[in-house]
């Protein structure tokens, strides 16, 4: 029976022969750099590629110190290192340590002259680029039928809003039969009146994504109607396509983001919106309740009635503090005369002839105050209280009183 192998042990059979070769080991290689891809973790992932076939390189992030440039697509470089096999995919590719720069390859050379072109007769200006409608109903979508691409499209547009109709035109986007198939498509959608039309395929080397640098396909984009997206590869890959589009997308995922908008994002928006609009409706309601009641207090204290019933308010405070006025000049009067009627009570003859005192005048009238005053025999009158008695004077008598 013949003997069975796993495929690892396979791999690593031809994996030692490679080791065994001396020739693999150190080995210089010229081409044309195509699907250069830096990865996060500092290693560089490249093709190398001549007119009769390709290879695949890579660069690891610790070999990277002697490279002195970017490696970009349509670079013609010499690439030293060694060839090995990949035992858990079972490929072959070439391990570089060095890379030295020779020339620019042909196809990038195309895609600068078509570039400058295009450019000189103003198919990339700003002025002719067509704004993405925000809200659409109908989304193009001109790609392959299968991929990761129209998935992803589907899927994302879906997803931001499931009321969107997708109209899928399914194109070849590689090959000889790739430039007419989009033209068709960016066609046959702007006939159907869709309001966007995403034009694009998935990464792929500059050979694959060459049909988007044709200058046919860049003239329908820039001829049509609709606003056209370009979602061609991936973020680092860069067409024709990409600079005469209204817009450019990194991804096709990105393409989908772009064109449809997040009905999430429109229904959050509202949600704040209407609450904002009730905070600043009820605040509104609330400053003209005030407001109209300001009004009718105004109102209320400014009508003849109430100016009727203020000023007869204000009149009997004037006529109470009138009153009291009176009242306490009237008592203070009357507490004065009392004090002048005690005072004149001190001061009274009456008073004086109350006590037991009396008064005594001549006949004529007239008072006196001295024994010297009156003649023996003169008649005199004497006032007492409840009248006088006459009296006549049989001696008068000086007294003489010694104050102590």
């Not at 109903?137 to 109709?165: E, K, S, W, Y």
């Not at 005030?290 to 009997?316: C, D, G, V």
């Not at 009242?327 to 001190?346: F, S, V």
Request: hydrophobic letters at 40%.
């Amino acid at each position: 029976m013949q003997n069975v192998y796993t495929v690892a042990q396979v791999n690593s059979y031809i994996k030692n022969m490679f080791t065994q070769d001396y020739m693999l080991q150190s080995v210089s290689v010229k081409g044309e750099v195509s699907n250069c891809k830096y990865h996060t973790s500092g290693h560089i992932y490249f093709t190398l590629k001549d007119l009769s076939g390709t290879i695949a390189c890579v660069m690891f992030a610790g070999s990277r110190s002697g490279l002195t440039f970017r490696l970009e697509e349509g670079l013609q470089v010499i690439a030293a290192g060694r060839i090995d096999v990949y035992e858990r995919d079972g490929k072959y590719q070439l391990y570089a340590q060095k890379i030295t720069r020779q020339g620019i390859g042909d196809l990038y050379v195309r895609f600068e002259q078509l570039k400058r072109e295009l450019e000189e007769r103003g198919m990339f200006a700003s002025e002719y680029k067509r704004r993405i409608p925000k809200y659409i109903r109908t989304l193009g979508v001109v790609t392959a039928q299968t991929g990761a691409a129209v998935r992803d499209i589907i899927n994302i547009a879906g997803r931001r809003n499931p009321c969107v109709q997708i109209i899928l035109y399914p194109a070849v986007v590689q090959g000889e039969a790739a430039a007419p198939s989009i033209i068709n498509g960016i066609h046959a959608l702007e006939a159907l009146g869709v309001d966007v039309i995403i034009v694009g395929r998935g990464g792929g080397s500059i050979e694959d994504l060459w049909a988007f640098n044709e200058e046919s396909v860049a003239q329908a984009v820039f001829d049509c109607t609709v606003p056209v997206i370009s979602a061609v590869g991936h973020e680092t890959d860069t067409t024709i396509t990409d600079y005469v589009a209204d817009l450019r997308a990194p991804t096709p995922s990105a393409a989908a983001e772009l064109a449809v908008y997040d009905i999430r994002e429109l229904s959050e928006r509202l949600g704040t919106l209407r609450e904002s609009y009730r905070r600043i409706m009820k605040r509104k309601l609330r400053e003209a309740a005030l407001q109209l009641q300001n009004r009718r207090t105004r109102l209320h204290y400014l009508s003849p009635l109430s100016q009727i019933r203020e000023k007869r308010n204000f009149a009997m405070k004037l006529e109470e503090a009138f009153e009291d006025a009176m009242d306490r000049r009237l008592a203070e009067k009357k507490q004065r005369l009392l004090l002048y009627i005690e005072r004149m009570k001190g001061l009274s003859p009456l008073e004086k002839l109350r006590q037991g005192y009396a008064y005594a005048a001549t006949a004529e009238g007239k008072t006196f105050v001295s024994v010297e005053q009156v003649r023996n025999g003169e008649r005199l009158k004497v006032y007492v209280t409840d009248g006088f008695v006459e009296a006549d004077v049989v001696r008068a008598e000086r007294i003489r009183y010694e104050v102590p």
